[in-house]
């Protein structure tokens, strides 16, 4: 019953923006862009720090006018950059952070674009890959680790700003962003109007277009050792999303589970990404 009611809400803001395209037209590609590139959940609340980040120390970044943190255990000279997915925060390494300690590198976990202590609201992959450019120069890391659209911002970095990692590790990373899009299309139903405007959006700010932004080809010269590791019943991102990485990224490992979903917290699988770190 609550998700048949929160579908219906869901298709009535899509209407409503459907609507507004044929009146006002930049006011309604502003809300389905906001819609999509506001992130509802994965802020931290100052007064409510999760345990996983009190036990770190925290460093403030500056791009431009925005503000974003990272967290910081220290060990080693080396460090293993951290990036998390749409709709969480740092602390969602929480369990892979004891299995990353034995590295005895030191470890950054970083806010995303419009999560964390982040200043901004806006999310997008670019601007995902200046966060992780600034601190690249920064503290330049050997090792990288994504999740989810994390995984995809870094892969998105590599074509950009090549840097020589040593080992790039994705966890259920998307591939395809015209699959995320269409997907939002069809949860809003939106019309062709709207689905067009959006698209020229998108090339005209980024320079890019939808069927061409995929991890898959960001990677398809990256020489670095890497591991794509996903679940066959992640039902966020689909399996043949790491399997295209994989295929088309020649120097990678696809690393397949079964029963972790989409978060892909795992003992095993973490025993398997240190061993490869330290291989």
């Given at each position: 019953?609550?998700?048949?009611i929160?579908n219906?809400?869901?298709k009535?803001?899509?209407?409503?923006?459907n609507?507004l395209s044929?009146v006002?037209?930049q006011?309604s590609?502003a809300l389905?862009?906001?819609?999509?590139?506001e992130?509802?959940?994965?802020k931290?609340?100052?007064?409510?720090?999760?345990k996983?980040?009190?036990?770190?120390t925290?460093?403030?970044h500056?791009l431009?006018?925005?503000e974003?943190?990272?967290y910081?255990w220290?060990?080693?000279n080396?460090?293993?950059l951290?990036?998390h997915?749409?709709?969480?925060?740092?602390?969602?390494?929480k369990?892979a952070?004891?299995?990353?300690?034995?590295?005895g590198?030191?470890?950054?976990?970083?806010?995303?674009p419009?999560?964390g202590?982040n200043?901004?609201?806006?999310?997008n992959?670019?601007?995902?890959s200046?966060?992780?450019?600034?601190l690249?120069?920064k503290?330049?890391p050997?090792i990288a680790?994504g999740?989810?659209?994390?995984?995809?911002?870094?892969a998105?970095?590599q074509?950009?700003y090549?840097?020589?990692?040593?080992?790039?590790?994705?966890i259920?990373?998307?591939c395809?962003f015209k699959?995320?899009?269409n997907?939002y299309?069809?949860m809003l139903?939106?019309?062709n109007?709207v689905q067009?405007?959006?698209q020229?959006?998108v090339?005209?700010?980024?320079n890019?277009k939808i069927?061409?932004?995929n991890?898959?080809?960001?990677l398809?010269?990256?020489t670095?050792?890497?591991?794509?590791?996903?679940?066959?019943?992640?039902y966020?991102v689909l399996v043949?999303?790491g399997?295209?990485?994989a295929?088309?990224?020649?120097?990678s490992?696809?690393?397949?589970?079964?029963?972790?979903?989409?978060?892909m917290?795992?003992?095993n699988?973490y025993e398997?990404?240190?061993a490869?770190?330290e291989?």
């Open positions: 019953m609550k998700k048949n929160q219906i809400l869901v009535s803001i899509g209407g409503s923006v609507l044929h006002a037209p006011q590609l389905a862009y906001k819609l999509f590139s992130p509802r959940k994965g931290i609340n100052k007064n409510k720090i999760p996983t980040l009190q036990k770190s925290l460093q403030t500056h431009g006018d925005q974003f943190c990272t910081h220290e060990g080693n080396e460090v293993i951290l990036a997915g749409w709709e969480s925060n740092a602390s969602r390494w369990k952070l004891p299995y990353l300690k034995k590295t590198k030191t470890i950054i976990a970083m806010d995303a419009g999560h202590f200043t901004n609201k806006e999310f992959v670019p601007l995902y200046e966060f992780i450019e600034l690249v120069n503290y330049n050997t680790i999740h989810s659209i994390g995984g995809n911002a870094l998105y970095f074509k950009n090549p840097h020589n990692f040593e080992k790039l590790i994705l259920g990373a998307p395809d699959i995320i899009m997907n299309f069809k139903g939106y019309n109007k067009m405007q959006f020229n959006y090339w005209n700010r980024f890019i069927e061409n932004f991890a898959s080809d960001f398809k010269d990256c670095i050792r890497g591991i794509v590791a996903h679940d066959q019943k992640d966020m043949e999303e399997k295209k990485i295929n088309s990224w020649k120097t490992k696809l690393v397949i589970t079964n029963g972790l979903g989409h978060s917290h795992d003992d699988l398997k990404i240190v490869f770190i291989s």
